[in-house]
Every structure is written in structure tokens, then in C-alpha cells.
């Protein structure tokens, strides 16, 4: 899972960046952030996986993993007289599952008091209006084509002509690729765009340190028609500058810590879960002598695509999975204990995965 943390200038995205990954990356209240963006792959915690880790002892202990990528702030703020998302952030946040829009929601000493509702729609607008450039770029290119191409060709070029019509006054009233009602071939023919407002979003208000009892309270002003109504999209809140201090500590003085500031749970392990959420994504799990290992997938995904997540030729050579839930295998002391019991499960090919569900794969190559 790929989170890309995107917002205007000095709204805290490094210091975010930071409190969601124990890194130690420059946070500035001058200097324009870099353009090279920072980026760490973090562990997902999952105390399933541990836990498993403790029965197996196995060689190797993979847990999921998010990759973060912090790049420079946007926004008409930046130097660029450009309108949109300048051109050299889009390579870096383009690949992203989704994005993490910070919102500054503390008070800073060069814009003043927090703008949050401005901030939102500025940011928002920003992604339109990157997503809608692309678009009329595209639709006179194909308009061209079309009296010159024949037969498949042809079609393909008319059904994506078709889809960008249709996402195309959505963008001019300001709303996102998300909002449109696409067929699943439509979908797949504007994935290549790699569209902003096309990827799940969760609006993020970085509040002060004084607000951290009421981040929650203060989140709901993130809530904009138009915007934060929209399909795969979220709002959450985080105390940049704590979390980021948080997340640099460790062990005693960590928990120490939390404990003072009445932190029921770090904010690297709330928007992680969030972010599954946003996502509609699960985990499975795998275990073993040589791994135990947990693995991400979409909420609805068959037996096969969940193979398919270790190795393609599971996904091909697909014959059954033999299926125990977490609990059910806490319950017991292992897979094979919950085998003997006749409580592992046999599912073919239309199985959908649970989360927490413990799988051996059954193939053929
Ligand atoms: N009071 C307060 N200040 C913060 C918080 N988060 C960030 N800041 C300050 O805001 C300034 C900018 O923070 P950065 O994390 O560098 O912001 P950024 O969005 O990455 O900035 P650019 O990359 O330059 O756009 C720094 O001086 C931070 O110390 C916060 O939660 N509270
Ligand atoms: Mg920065």
C-alpha cells in the first residue's frame, strides 16, 4: 500500500510525515520544502502477527507494509506560476493507492490562524483542476484520431473518448474523478491517467499541540460539501508536532509519553488503520516454519487473487485453500491442532477472503 501525503506549503506534511513513520526528515518554517520527495516503508502493526510469531518461531516475520511519500507543498502558494499540481510532484504522487491531504490546523506565524475550510477547497481544486487539464489535453487528441483509425483501434479510442466525456463535466463543477458512475471498462481505459481525484483521498487537519483533546471536534470543520461527500473519501485528524516526537521515541520512554499526553494509541497505527478502511482493504495471513507473514488485499477479493498476492503461479495453479481463522487457530495452539479438530476449511476458487483469515494454498504449477 502506497500513501502519497500531498497539501499546501508549511501545512506540517514533513512533520506528519515524521509522526507516521519515526523518521527524522527536515521540517522547515521557511525554506520551500525540497522537491525530492522523502520517503520510508513502515511495518503495518498487527499483534496477529506477533502473536503467530510466538507459536511458529519462524525464520522470517514479514508484516505488511505501507510506503509513505512526502513531496513539496502545492498549491498557488509555491513559486510555480502554474496552475494545478506542478508537473514534477505528479511523477512522485501519481503511483499512489491514495492520498493524505494535511490541512494545517494550528496557528503559524506567517499565514496567520488556520484557514481550514479555505485550505480544503484550495486543495481540492488543485487536484481538479490537474485532473481536468489532462482531460481536455487528451479529448481534441482523440477527436483528431478517430477519422483516421479503423476497427479495434477505433473502438478503444471511442469508449475512452466516451469515458473522459463523462468525467469531464463532473471535473468543471468541481467534482472528483471518483464521483463518476464508470463501467468497469471505462475504469480500466482512464486507470492509465492515474487521475488525483480518482485515488480514495483522506483530508488530514494537523492540529497544535493545545488541541490535541480536540482533534476530533476540530476535524469536522474539514467537512465540505462537494468535497468531503464524495466516494473513498475521509477525514481524520493529527497532532503533527506530538506524534512526530512520539514516533522518534522508544519503549518505556515512548509509552511514558503517551501516557502523559493521554495518547490511547499512536497516530502511526490510527491512520494505518484508517487508511486500510479508506482503502477497503484486509489481511490475510500465512504461517509456517520458515514465514509467518501477513499480506494486504481488497475486501472482496476470491481465494485466487489472494494467492495471487504471493506468486502468480498460485494464482494460476490455483486448486483450493485450506482456511482457519486467526481466533479459531489462537483457540487451538496451531493450524495443524485445528486441522486434526476438522475445523479447517476447504474453499475453491469463489471463496472470498475474510480478514484474519489463516490460509494454505493448495496449487499446482
Ligand atoms: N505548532 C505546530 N507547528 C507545526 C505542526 N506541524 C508542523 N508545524 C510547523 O510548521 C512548519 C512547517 O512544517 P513542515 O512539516 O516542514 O511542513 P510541510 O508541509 O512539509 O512544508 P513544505 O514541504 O515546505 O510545504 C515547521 O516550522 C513546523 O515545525 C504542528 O502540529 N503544530
Ligand atoms: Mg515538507
Redesign the pocket.
Known sequence: MELALI????????????ALTGGHA????F????LEPNIAVVKVPDPRVEKLAEIYKPKKVTHATVKYI????IGRETDSPERGVPEALLQYVSTADALLA?V?????DFHGPAHIAHDVETLHLELIFSDLAKVENRIPRIERALPKLSGKEKEQHQLELHALQKIKPLLEQNLPVRAAELTPEEAKLLRGFQFLTAKPIMYLL????KDLSRGEELARQLEAKGITDQPRTMTAWI????E?EIAQLEGEDREAFLRDYGIAQPASERIIAKSYELLGYISFLTVGPDEVRAWTIPAGALAPQAAGAIHSDFERGFIRAEVVPYEELIRHGSFANAKKLGLCRLEGKNYVVQDGDVINFLFSV
Open positions: 497539501g499546501l506549503q508549511k501545512s506540517g506534511k514533513t512533520t506528519v510525515f515524521n527536515q521540517t522547515s518554517a525554506a520551500g520544502g525540497k512526502d513531496v513539496a507543498g494535511v494545517r490546523g494550528f496557528e503559524d494537523n492540529v497544535g499541540e497532532a503533527g508536532e506530538v512526530m
